[in-house]
């Protein structure tokens, strides 16, 4: 099977493999294109906990880390512009941790605030 481009995906003009967006990623929706795919990491559901770092085989995980998508797909912006777009909503970014994982933290409080990172990990942990 011949490897895609994020172009032959997304319409945009971005040449890079689909296999090059994804490291170290549980998911992306590239933004720039006509057409805006969340494309999921291959064991996304299937992820195995790795101590402090959620996994997406966590249920509650999955869930926030497909809301995230949707929003970049919907609203057409990457993480620094929805720290931006949702910061009067609670959305606050981490000093040392990806405004990724700050939105994450945040979506899992309905949008209310951000938790401090440690807090925001172990109620993961503890979600089945």
Same mark, same amino acid.
């Given at each position: 099977?011949?490897?895609?481009?994020?172009?032959?995906?997304?319409?945009?003009?971005?040449?890079?493999?689909?296999?090059?967006?994804?490291? /170290?990623?549980?998911?992306?929706?590239?933004?720039?294109?006509?057409?805006?795919?969340?494309?999921?990491?291959?064991?996304?559901?299937?992820?195995? /906990?790795? /101590?402090?770092?959620?996994?997406?085989?966590?249920?509650?995980? @999955?869930?926030?880390?497909?809301?995230?998508?949707?929003?970049?797909?919907?609203?057409?912006?990457?993480?620094?512009?929805?720290?931006?777009?949702?910061?009067?909503?609670?959305?606050?970014?981490?000093?040392?941790?990806?405004?990724?994982?700050?939105?994450? @933290?945040?979506?899992?409080?309905?949008?209310?605030?951000?938790?401090?990172?440690?807090?925001?990990?172990?109620?993961?942990?503890?979600?089945?």
């Amino acid at each position: 099977m011949q490897a895609l481009t994020v172009s032959q995906i997304t319409g945009d003009s971005n040449p890079n493999y689909l296999i090059q967006q994804m490291t /170290g990623l549980d998911a992306v929706t590239p933004i720039d294109g006509p057409t805006k795919p969340t494309i999921l990491g291959a064991d996304f559901y299937s992820a195995a /906990g790795t /101590g402090s770092k959620p996994t997406t085989g966590q249920s509650f995980y @999955a869930h926030n880390t497909l809301f995230h998508e949707f929003l970049h797909a919907y609203l057409a912006i990457t993480d620094t512009e929805m720290i931006q777009y949702f910061g009067p909503n609670g959305l606050t970014p981490y000093a040392t941790y990806s405004n990724s994982v700050a939105i994450s @933290a945040w979506l899992s409080t309905d949008c209310n605030s951000t938790l401090p990172y440690f807090t925001w990990i172990n109620s993961i942990n503890q979600t089945p």
